[in-house]
Structures are given as C-alpha cells and as structure tokens.
C-alpha cells in the first residue's frame, strides 16, 4: 500500500545519506507498484508536471512526458533521482567541452529508462529527456532541494551554447502545477 505522506517522510530521511543510494532504493519500492502509486499520487490524463512536495531540501515532482516529448539540454544544479512507473525515458548525458569560452556541450553517453527503472543524476549532470514512445510515460523525480529556486542552465539545441534555464523552453509548454 503507497502512502504519499509515507513516500515523503522516506525520501526527507534519505537525505541524511552520504550518497543518493538510499533515495533511490525509496523510489524504486514506489515505482514498482505502478497502480498504489498512481492511488496515492493521482493519475495524470495530460502531459506535464505536478509538484507532490516542495520545501529548500526536497522537491518531488509527477513527471508525465507527452509521446515523443523531447527537453533540451540542462542541467538541476541538485542530485536527482528518477524513478520509471510506466513509458520509457531516455536520458542523454552531455559534458562541457575544454573551450570555457565558447560554453559548449558534447554527447557524454545515455541512459534508458523503462518501467520499474531508476537512476541517480549527479549535481553537475548534463542531460536531455525523450519520450521515445508513441504513448505517454510517466516517472518520479526526486530532488535533493528545491527544484524551482536553483539558477541552473539549458543549452541551445542548435549550437549547443549554454543559456539560462527557462522551465517553459526546456519543458516545452509542459504543466507545471503543485
């Protein structure tokens, strides 16, 4: 039985670990029963995201990408960890390139995520999402302070040159509600 207000004292416990580790064993129990999750937290009929919690040290969001959604580049300037309960979402990772001068990225490698997966994102993670899917999938992000007051980056998707992040360019038109 998924408890939200169970799931949320768990994740604030976790954040006494040294690593992301005990996060992730937290929201891979939650994601491997999609529907006592999916009780605990609502469905989402549309593409977007829905705040679950957000306070300076945790922000846990209900991520629901549209069928071939695709984010540019960012970065969270904060751990994350995400947590697959339906769909797929792949992950590309980036790196900076040696030229501090030209704030450019390169292809670092990638992750792909499917149902009942997680993984953990470092602070300094570099990373794009794509729904590769014809249908929408769903996942938990977890992150270890608060999502929306961080001052991170995105990178253009033509030149790859860093910008400042702008949730509603990075998310393109995705939802965001608490």
């Known amino acids: 039985m998924f408890s939200r207000e169970q799931f949320i004292a768990d994740l604030r416990a976790s954040l006494t670990e040294r690593s992301r580790k005990a996060m992730r064993e937290v929201v891979a129990r939650a994601v491997q029963d999609r529907t006592a999750l999916l009780r605990g937290i609502g469905a989402m009929e549309q ?10 040290e945790l922000t846990v969001l209900h991520v629901v990408w549209s069928p071939g959604q695709i984010t540019l580049p960012h970065n969270h300037m904060l751990s994350a960890v995400i947590g697959m309960y339906d769909g797929r979402e792949d992950n590309l990772f980036w790196r900076r390139l040696a030229n501090p001068d030209k704030f450019q990225i390169e292809v670092a490698g990638g992750e792909a995520l499917g149902t009942g997966d997680t993984c953990i994102l470092g602070r300094d993670i570099i990373h794009s999402v794509v729904n590769p899917l014809a ?30 992040y702008d ?10 509600t608490e």
């Open 47 to 56: 593409p977007g995201a829905v705040v679950l919690h957000r306070a300076p």
């Open 135 to 164: 249908r929408m999938s769903g996942a938990i992000h977890v992150y270890d302070g608060d999502f929306f007051a961080v001052e991170r980056s995105m990178w253009d998707p033509d030149t790859l040159i860093e910008a400042p």
């Open 167 to 176: 949730l509603a360019t990075v998310s393109k038109g995705a939802i965001f």
